[in-house]
């Protein structure tokens, strides 16, 4: 697709790897709306990457709602998803409980499918569109202290192939990127940046694997594309 002008909805891009695709794509020429739940975040990463910004968490009904009604008001449409926010818990078998699992399928599986319902009503009412999952290596194989982590992003692993099924026939492409270890926030209790470290991957790596599957002719689409540092020892 044709990046110029392209009206991109993604969510947790107040950090990490969504603040950096925000900025590869608006520098493209993309408008970009990113959502979080921490404002003075959101007005500095707006800021940083030229993308506007909208209030809402998508583990809340009402986020979603916010989200889509300000695609509207803010970019006029949308052309792409990219469901990037998520979070994790960690611990082993015998240290986890129910509330640890409703606390991460809420953002990771269950917003996301359902923010992922209505851009799929607007794709497949204009006939195109595109969705772009971020999932983890997690999702690919199982880890000790991963179980809570790893079942939501093997669950999203299983709808993006599901929804490739749907979506294929309405011109819809969906693709699914998994990060191996990224320097980023996540997992952070302090919420801050972690320092490039040169071994391992950056949140670049990851925007860039995200714009370049975005750019592929839409004949055509990456149905899964991993993503590792090359040496990380």
């Given at each position: 697709m044709n990046l110029q002008n392209a009206r991109i909805l993604l969510t947790g891009?107040?950090?990490?790897?969504?603040?950096?695709?925000?900025?590869?794509?608006?520098?493209?020429?993309?408008?970009?709306?990113?959502?979080?739940?921490?404002?003075?975040?959101?007005?500095?990463?707006?800021?940083?990457?030229?993308?506007?910004?909208?209030?809402?968490?998508?583990?809340?009904?009402?986020?979603?709602?916010?989200?889509?009604?300000?695609?509207?008001?803010?970019?006029?449409?949308?052309?792409?998803?990219?469901?990037?926010?998520?979070?994790?818990?960690?611990?082993?078998?015998?240290?986890?409980?129910?509330?640890?699992?409703?606390?991460?399928?809420?953002?990771?599986?269950?917003?996301?499918?359902?923010?992922?319902?209505k851009a799929a009503e607007i794709f497949k009412a204009q006939s195109a569109g595109n969705i772009i999952n971020i999932a983890s290596t997690a999702a690919t194989r199982g880890f000790a202290h991963g179980t809570v982590y790893a079942s939501s992003k093997f669950a999203l692993r299983g709808m993006t192939e599901c929804w490739q099924a749907e979506l294929r026939p309405h011109n819809v492409r969906v693709i699914l990127i998994n990060p191996s270890e990224v320097t980023t926030a996540f997992a952070q209790t302090s919420r801050q940046e972690r320092p490039e470290e040169a071994n391992k991957l950056s949140a670049k790596e990851i925007a860039h694997s995200i714009k370049a599957a975005l750019e592929m002719d839409d004949r055509g689409f990456i149905k899964e594309l991993t993503v590792f540092a090359t040496n990380p020892f």
């Open positions: 891009g107040s950090l990490g790897i969504g603040k950096a695709t925000a900025a590869m794509l608006t520098a493209a020429g993309a408008k970009v709306l990113i959502t979080g739940r921490d404002e003075a975040r959101l007005q500095a990463a707006a800021a940083e990457t030229g993308a506007a910004y909208v209030v809402a968490d998508i583990a809340e009904p009402e986020g979603i709602e916010r989200m889509f009604a300000a695609v509207q008001t803010q970019l006029g449409g949308l052309d792409v998803l990219i469901n990037n926010a998520g979070t994790g818990e960690f611990g082993t078998l015998d240290q986890i409980d129910l509330a640890s699992f409703e606390r991460v399928y809420r953002t990771n599986v269950f917003g996301l499918a359902l923010a992922t319902q």
